[in-house]
């Protein structure tokens, strides 16, 4: 009797299995009409069309020059040239908001911006004593390097005659030291480098 009854379950498990195929069939072929349809809504790709191969572009001279690319097309599309191939800006002009505010290299606002800096450069040398007398080194050197980097393009920009840059020379030199010096933890050394330093950007500040 129980033989019969596990026969007689038999087929009602395999009919229940095709019933789940045949659904899973056709939910797969619902789901695919449906998602045609949505391509069909989405615009084509503009660097792919049928039959075509890939569009490409090397630095706007080789290739395609309406390929997309991350400098907007290598400034093939851009009413001015741009500042480089792979920039989305002009190159600098007499229009540029550089020149027409700040007065180009030259001009009295570049030169303030510049002056600025190199005061709040002294004003960080200055912290460098304390530092030293408490051996904070780590100190010493972010003091250097989170403002210098500011410090070296200011010196850079506003030094024009040959005295001005040989100022320069000296004056990174006396900070490379300052450097050195807190790194081998020399007290003594990196004190006078340092003050060798606010001398030489103090006569650096009087030539301009």
């Known amino acids: 009797m129980h033989q019969l009854t596990s026969i007689s379950l038999c087929p009602q498990a395999s009919n229940a299995r095709v019933s789940t195929a045949v659904n899973a069939d056709a939910r797969r072929e619902v789901f695919g009409k449906i998602a045609a349809a949505g391509a069909a809504f989405l615009p084509a790709a503009a660097n792919a069309a049928v039959g075509e191969s890939p569009r490409f572009s090397v630095f706007g001279l080789i290739g395609d020059g309406t390929s997309y690319s991350e400098g907007a097309a290598y400034g093939s599309d851009q009413s001015k040239p741009t500042y480089s191939p792979y920039s989305v800006y002009e190159a600098t002009g007499k229009d540029s908001l550089y020149n027409k505010e700040g007065g180009g290299a030259d001009g009295a606002a570049y030169v303030a911006r510049k002056k600025a800096i190199l005061a709040e450069t002294k004003v960080r040398l200055n912290n460098v004593p304390g530092y030293i007398e408490k051996k904070q080194w780590f100190n010493v050197k972010d003091e250097l390097t989170r403002y210098m980097y500011e410090t070296r393009g200011a ?54």
Do not use: M, P, W
């Open 155 to 208: 010196v850079r920009g506003l030094a024009k005659s040959n005295k001005q840059k040989e100022i320069a020379d000296d004056f990174f030199k006396a900070i490379e030291t300052v450097y050195g010096k807190a790194t081998t933890h020399d007290g003594a050394a990196c004190a006078n480098a340092n003050a060798a330093a606010i001398n030489y950007l103090d006569a650096f500040v009087a030539t301009l």
